[in-house]
T-cell receptor, first 110, second 113 residues
Framework: SQQGEEDPQALSIQEGENATMNCSYK?????LQWYRQNSGRGLVHLIL?????REKHSGRLRVTLDTSKKSSSLLITASRAADTASYFC??????????FGAGTRLTVKP | NAGVTQTPKFQVLKTGQSMTLQCAQD?????MSWYRQDPGMGLRLIHY???????DQGEVPNGYNVSRSTTEDFPLRLLSAAPSQTSVYFC????????????FGPGTRLLVL
């Protein structure tokens, strides 16, 4: 069964706008990771946030983690057409069995 | 570094045939894993390995075998292909299990008729 669930399933925005995607999970975790997948390609790692961290930044990406609500969010600021992709959250629960959500499909219109 | 490589890129099988999907990494990672991705879904873990000679089952292991004789290679074997195994298969590796970043290969698209 999937551990993480992304919301929304699909998101369409204009270039320059911000995009926010949410991930909820069910069990305690060691860390949560966000990945991007361009159509027909492999996954690319974006950010890893550990259970004792609340926020991390990487360039235009900002990730938050709320372990009390078992949720995380990924914010992409000043989006570009090249950000069009599917975004997945994945959770690690100390058991080498990483669970992925079904993903959010982001479309950024030029 | 080539990273994680997978062969073949695309394969068509008939029901009942067997085949091996190849995965190799040149980053000296101890952890390697296989996932399958079905349309509209996230990745589901098939098998993983934390080092040469050590393998374990993931969420959906039935119908698949793995072995890990070297640090670099982690082949996935389909014993008797079924249409339900039509999917895109991704191999990944990481330096410290799932506690760190995972590096994914480009995928193998498998069609079972």
């Amino acid at each position: 069964s999937q551990q993480g669930e992304e919301d929304p399933q699909a998101l369409s925005i204009q270039e320059g706008e911000n995009a926010t995607m949410n991930c909820s999970y069910k069990t305690s975790i060691n860390n949560l990771q966000w990945y991007r997948q361009n159509s027909g390609r492999g996954l690319v790692h974006l950010i890893l946030i550990r259970s004792n961290e609340r926020e991390k930044h990487s360039g235009r990406l900002r990730v938050t983690l709320d372990t009390s609500k078992k949720s995380s969010s990924l914010l992409i600021t000043a989006s570009r057409a090249a950000d069009t992709a599917s975004y997945f959250c994945a959770t690690d629960a100390w058991n080498n069995d990483m669970r992925f959500g079904a993903g959010t499909r982001l479309t950024v219109k030029p | 570094n080539a990273g994680v490589t997978q062969t073949p890129k695309f394969q068509v099988l008939k029901t009942g045939q067997s085949m091996t999907l190849q995965c190799a990494q040149d980053m000296n990672h101890e952890y390697m894993s296989w996932y399958r991705q079905d349309p509209g879904m996230g990745l589901r873990l098939i098998h993983y390995s934390v080092g040469a000679g050590i393998t374990d089952q993931g969420e959906v292991p039935n119908g698949y075998n793995v072995s890990r004789s070297t640090t670099e290679d982690f082949p996935l074997r389909l014993l008797s292909a079924a249409p339900s195994q039509t999917s895109v298969y991704f191999c990944a590796s990481g330096p410290m299990g799932t506690e760190e970043t995972q590096y994914f290969g480009p995928g193998t698209r498998l069609l079972v008729l």
